[in-house]
């Protein structure tokens, strides 16, 4: 993953701001079932790879079914999901497959390793990604690329989550697109 910012978008407008931008890949978060065939059709006009979190997906049930149907239909470059069922399947369609995790506290956090170890996903998605010295060690602990997203807010933090060993952040805060889309 050469791309240091994933730009997260929750509506269209956003969307649209994505896909004029430099960046290859981006995130598409909270959509409705019905946006699907114009984010997909838009995305491939524009050469954008899109990575599609399931389970804020509305009218679509985040299971095996539902995957399926993400992958043959609109052939995303990635799938994120909490489900493991999911991230299964996204493997099995030779999809990019991004568990996310919630850093809530240490049990929550053992049941994801367990959760990891299960799945072997491409990569994980650390939330919130503003605790730097949370993604060293869960990146020392499961040895899987790290996307970090949610209360990343400046520069500063982007800068403390790469440097703790993200991969990559993933943000809707446009602010952060500019600035890193800018040094591409």
């Not at 399947?89 to 170890?117: C, P």
Request: proline content about 4%; overall charge positive; aromatic content about 8%.
């Amino acid at each position: 993953m050469n791309q240091k910012i994933l730009p997260a978008s929750t509506n269209m407008k956003e969307f649209e701001r994505f896909l004029k931008s430099p960046y290859e890949i981006g995130v598409f978060l909270d959509m409705h079932i019905s946006q699907l065939k114009n984010v997909y059709m838009l995305a491939k006009e524009y050469g954008k790879k899109m990575i599609y979190h399931v389970d804020l997906i509305h009218g679509l049930k985040n299971d095996d079914s539902g995957t399926e149907y993400i992958c043959q239909e609109f052939k995303p470059y990635g799938l994120i999901s909490t489900k493991s069922s999911v991230i299964l399947k996204a493997k099995k369609k030779k999809v990019i497959a991004v568990q996310r995790i919630f850093l809530i506290d240490s049990h929550a956090l053992e049941k994801s390793y367990q959760l990891i170890e299960k799945t072997q996903p491409d990569y994980i998605e650390v939330l919130p990604g503003a605790m730097p010295q949370m993604i060293k060690e869960v990146k020392d602990r499961v040895k899987v690329p790290i996307f970090a997203g949610g209360l990343i807010r400046t520069t500063e933090d982007v800068h403390n989550a790469l440097d703790a060993g993200a991969t990559a952040i993933t943000t809707s805060k446009r602010e952060l697109w500019e600035v890193f889309g800018n040094n591409m």
